[in-house]
């Protein structure tokens, strides 16, 4: 029901070995079209990831690191000095890599780049080889679903299969990725449950819940406001 990141990431890959040159580097990423790639060691395992930003550090040189931020630049946080002065994919890469495993979930990818602050994620198998690559817009192609089937996933995989509930029951409609779901269950925690994995189904922006429940079943006051399904 949930993609993994094999299901959207692309392949093959554009990747340079540790001991490639700046200009074998700059050739690689015009020839391909992109903007960075990942750099391998001799036996193919990530290690790092050079980008655009990384050449151009070697361009611009030290000289930047003479304003008012200098204490804080010049400290090598980034390793910026070693950069500009860089002649190899090894030298010149962000490393660690930050990578994903191909069976990790898009919303785990999704969460990853948003945490790191990355566009682009290696993926890599249990031994660190490289298998594929995952953007940021691969991430966000699982919305671009159709409403008729995310509203299929809603009844047939979470409602009938999940749940084992009869879909009947419940009054599912989809307008541009905005879930509406009506019905009625047992408990309070099933309610929660339900809601809780129709937000999973890929392509679900929100999930507007009108599931209702036995009164008799609500969680106990506690101080908190409960707001409760109109």
């Given at each position: 029901?949930?993609?993994?990141?094999?299901?959207?990431?692309?392949?093959?890959?554009?990747?340079?070995?540790?001991?490639?040159?700046?200009?074998?580097?700059?050739?690689?990423?015009?020839?391909?079209?992109?903007?960075?790639?990942?750099?391998?060691?001799?036996?193919?395992?990530?290690?790092?990831?050079?980008?655009?930003?990384?050449?151009?550090?070697?361009?611009v040189g030290p000289e930047p690191?003479?304003?008012?931020?200098?204490?804080?630049?010049?400290?090598?946080?980034?390793?910026?000095?070693?950069?500009?002065?860089?002649?190899?994919?090894?030298?010149?890469?962000?490393?660690?890599?930050?990578?994903?495993?191909?069976?990790?979930?898009?919303?785990?990818?999704?969460?990853?780049?948003?945490?790191?602050?990355?566009?682009?994620?290696?993926?890599?198998?249990?031994?660190?080889?490289?298998?594929?690559?995952?953007?940021?817009?691969?991430?966000?192609?699982?919305?671009?679903?159709?409403?008729?089937?995310?509203?299929?996933?809603?009844?047939?995989?979470?409602?009938?299969?999940?749940?084992?509930?009869?879909?009947?029951?419940?009054?599912?409609?989809?307008?541009?990725?905005?879930?509406?779901?009506?019905?009625?269950?047992?408990?309070?925690?099933l309610a929660r449950q339900l809601?809780?994995?129709?937000?999973?189904?890929?392509?679900?922006?929100?999930?507007?819940?009108?599931?209702?429940?036995?009164?008799?079943?609500?969680?106990?006051?506690?101080?908190?406001?409960?707001?409760?399904?109109?």
């Amino acid at each position: 029901m949930s993609s993994a990141v094999s299901d959207v990431m692309s392949t093959p890959v554009v990747a340079v070995l540790d001991k490639a040159s700046y200009k074998d580097i700059i050739i690689a990423l015009r020839q391909w079209r992109v903007s960075a790639c990942p750099v391998l060691d001799a036996a193919g395992r990530v290690i790092g990831v050079v980008s655009e930003a990384d050449l151009l550090l070697r361009e611009v040189g030290p000289e930047p690191f003479t304003g008012p931020d200098r204490s804080l630049r010049a400290s090598g946080r980034r390793g910026e000095r070693a950069k500009a002065a860089g002649e190899t994919a090894a030298e010149l890469m962000t490393t660690p890599a930050v990578t994903i495993s191909p069976g990790a979930s898009v919303a785990d990818a999704a969460r990853l780049m948003y945490e790191r602050g990355v566009k682009r994620l290696p993926v890599v198998d249990s031994s660190g080889q490289l298998v594929g690559i995952v953007s940021r817009i691969d991430v966000l192609s699982v919305f671009t679903r159709p409403d008729a089937q995310i509203r299929d996933d809603v009844l047939r995989q979470v409602i009938a299969g999940d749940f084992a509930l009869d879909p009947a029951m419940f009054e599912v409609t989809v307008t541009s990725g905005i879930v509406t779901i009506t019905g009625q269950v047992d408990s309070y925690d099933l309610a929660r449950q339900l809601i809780g994995a129709v937000r999973h189904v890929d392509g679900v922006i929100e999930v507007r819940d009108r599931v209702g429940h036995r009164a008799g079943d609500a969680p106990k006051a506690t101080g908190h406001i409960v707001r409760r399904p109109a």
